[in-house]
Nanobody
Framework: QVQLVESGGGLVQAGGSLRLSCAAS????????WGWYRQAPGKQRELVAT???????NYVDSVKGRFTISRDNAKNTIYLQMTSLKPEDTAVYYC?????????WGQGTQVTVSS
């Protein structure tokens, strides 16, 4: 079992920054990939960024150059640094941990970007 708890969401003006955190616990040593996803009202959940156990990262085109995913193994925490935020980034952001047999999600944290 893997437990994930997100934090760091909030209300920010367009152009601002936020850093999301995802604290992980449980059987996390075997996780292949960590990710951040988001879901806006009336839309499907979409991938934002991923980082593998080897440190390889991947981003959806709409956030490239603005968002950075990282991890602190000592703290068992995954981060999403978000800069130059836009109103279209408004969504609930979810942390994900994946390996075959495990697909864990956090409860989500709301990010609202005002214009």
């Amino acid at each position: 079992q893997v437990q994930l708890v997100e934090s760091g969401g909030g209300l920010v003006q367009a152009g601002g920054s936020l850093r999301l955190s995802c604290a992980a616990s449980g059987i996390i040593f075997s996780i292949n990939q960590w990710g951040w996803y988001r879901q806006a009202p009336g839309k499907q959940r979409e991938l934002v960024a991923t980082i593998t156990s080897r440190g390889s990262t991947n981003y959806v085109d709409s956030v490239k150059g603005r968002f950075t995913i990282s991890r602190d193994n000592a703290k068992n925490t995954i981060y999403l640094q978000m800069t130059s935020l836009k109103p279209e980034d408004t969504a609930v952001y979810y942390c994900n941990a994946y390996r075959p047999g495990i697909n864990a999600w956090g409860q989500g944290t709301q990010v609202t970007v005002s214009s």
